[in-house]
């Protein structure tokens, strides 16, 4: 404590003039006796903070050129303090002190009416851009195909060489044949069943067209729009694919069954018919063996089996493909089984039935893929039990002492995001500050401190140093989470 000169009758503040302490009087042993001594013990008085604090505030070069109107040569003279970074890719980066800046703005602009005048300026020119930046994009375009594009497009070439892109390519090419053969045995015997097979190998080929395109852009970098990257264009994709095959393949099969029910006609010889249900039933299974094994090689690589992989949507584009596939092996089968029964019995009802069952498999599996894939879209847990691990990561560690509000989120492609209120050990932090320090220096400054304003320094600048201290903590534990755990792509850890 701070000693005091006391009497009884009245005690003396031994820092009259020092403003920022105040003495609050107390009894011993809580006796009335008015002669005893006061226990004394001295409290800061509140601060009111003013533009003194908010001067020290940094900017960064890139906010101090755009809000204050500057070049890069007007920042070469001015003070640079090097910081501890926000990204995973450099470990420090340069800032400057805001009041700094407003200086040198001053300087270079002369008042500021002049600088708010050439922010208007420049802020006209940038709406301006915006305006045109679909005739600016275009005639980028047209630069890149005069010049070549320089950027590497293996990512997207390699991205349907391997895993659910060649599953995506060979389905494409296979259903598009089935198509283009049923259509013919269509037209050739009128049958309403071989009419749902083509309709359905049509509905295949346009959803794998639709889920190239969605496996395209998943590929794509993250930008200052999307933050997080693209990989949900895979789940956006399959789901427009689960409308197209229930309005375009389970509507058209519904509405040729019941014509066919309602004003049946002769049916000629299903021959070619039979030959081409073979041969598709030969080659969709063949697709449905390659979607089957990239699901397993891909369950395995993340410890689970093959029902909870499928279950969980874990690669869209492959269970589209798996589903669809196994609902135009059933398909075959089915229109097959109800064109012999109309061959036997010369009743062409069956093979209206015929149409209504591949119809309501096809519904079937788009109400399915509808709510897999909306269920992801709209930001699902991962795992509890890989929640758990990771948690228990965070709260073995020595800094920690307990972990709040977890949330880690699947963002698709075996993405996770992952944040959770962290309650830190503040004598952990401190300790591992002062591990870096010269304790012979700190104890010299401590026996230093005579008055309250040295004491508030000494604080001031060790706290600030603390604090530094525990922002690399949450770097270090960031870090090592997504070391140990590569899935783990976003980390927000919150100071409780």
Not at 45 to 62: D, M, P
Not at 139 to 154: A, I, M, Q
Not at 423 to 438: H, I, W
Request: glycine share 8%; proline share 4%; hydrophobic share 40%.
């Amino acid at each position: 404590g701070i000693r005091c000169s006391v009497t009884p009758t009245r005690w003396q503040n031994p820092f009259p003039h020092s403003g920022c302490i105040q003495f609050l009087e107390g009894r011993q042993g809580g006796t009335n006796n008015p002669f005893s001594s006061p226990n004394l013990r001295a409290v800061l008085k509140k601060r009111e903070y003013g533009t003194k604090y908010t001067q020290n505030n940094f900017i960064t070069a890139v906010r101090a050129m755009n809000e204050f109107c500057l070049k890069p040569s007007d920042l070469e003279q001015l003070r640079k303090i090097r910081r501890r970074s926000p990204h995973d890719d450099t470990e420090a980066f340069t800032v400057f002190l805001r009041s700094d800046v407003e200086a040198k703005a001053l300087d270079v602009w002369g008042s500021q009416e002049a600088l708010a005048r050439e922010r208007n300026l420049r802020k006209d020119v940038e709406r301006e851009y915006q305006e045109n930046i679909f005739r600016n994009q275009k005639l980028l375009k047209e630069y890149k195909d005069f010049w070549g594009n320089t950027k590497p497009r293996s990512r997207k070439r390699a991205t349907f060489l391997q895993g659910p892109g060649k599953v995506v390519m060979v389905a494409i090419c296979i259903n598009g044949l089935n198509f283009f053969f049923k259509l013919l045995a269509w037209v050739y015997t009128g049958s309403a069943s071989m009419f749902s097979e083509a309709i359905h190998s049509l509905a295949d080929t346009c959803n794998q067209a639709l889920l190239v395109i969605g496996i395209s852009q998943s590929v794509r970098n993250p930008d200052a729009v999307h933050p997080y990257g693209f990989s949900n264009m895979r789940y956006i994709a399959s789901l427009i694919s689960g409308v197209g095959i229930f309005m375009m393949g389970a509507g058209l099969s519904w509405y040729h069954g019941i014509m066919g029910l309602l004003h049946p006609q002769p049916i000629e010889s299903l021959l070619w018919a039979y030959c081409i249900l073979a041969g598709s039933l030969v080659s969709e299974g063949a697709t449905l063996l390659v979607a089957i094994n990239e699901i397993k090689k891909s369950a395995r690589e993340q410890g689970l089996s093959f029902y909870e992989y499928v279950m969980q949507s874990r690669d869209p584009s492959t269970n589209v493909v798996l589903l669809e596939d196994a609902a135009a092996v059933l398909g075959v089968v089915m229109a097959a089984g109800c064109m012999g029964l109309t061959s036997l019995t010369g009743n062409p009802y069956y093979d209206s039935l015929g149409s209504l069952g591949v119809g309501t498999l096809l519904g079937t599996v788009s109400a399915f893929l509808i709510y897999t894939n909306t269920e992801a879209l709209l930001g699902r847990s991962i795992q509890a039990e890989h929640v758990q691990k990771l948690t228990e990561f965070l709260e073995n560690d020595p800094a920690v002492r307990a972990i709040h509000d977890v949330k880690a989120t699947d963002m698709g492609l075996s993405k996770v995001r992952f944040k959770a209120e962290v309650d830190f050990d503040g004598r952990v932090v401190t300790r591992s500050y002062l591990e870096k320090q010269d304790i012979e220096q700190i104890l010299n400054d401590i026996q230093q401190v005579k008055t309250p304003e040295e004491l508030e320094n000494f604080m001031l600048k060790h706290g600030e140093n603390i604090i530094d201290t525990l922002g690399a903590e949450v770097d270090r534990l960031e870090k090592e989470l997504k070391q140990r755990n590569p899935e783990v792509r976003h980390v927000d850890l919150e100071i409780l």
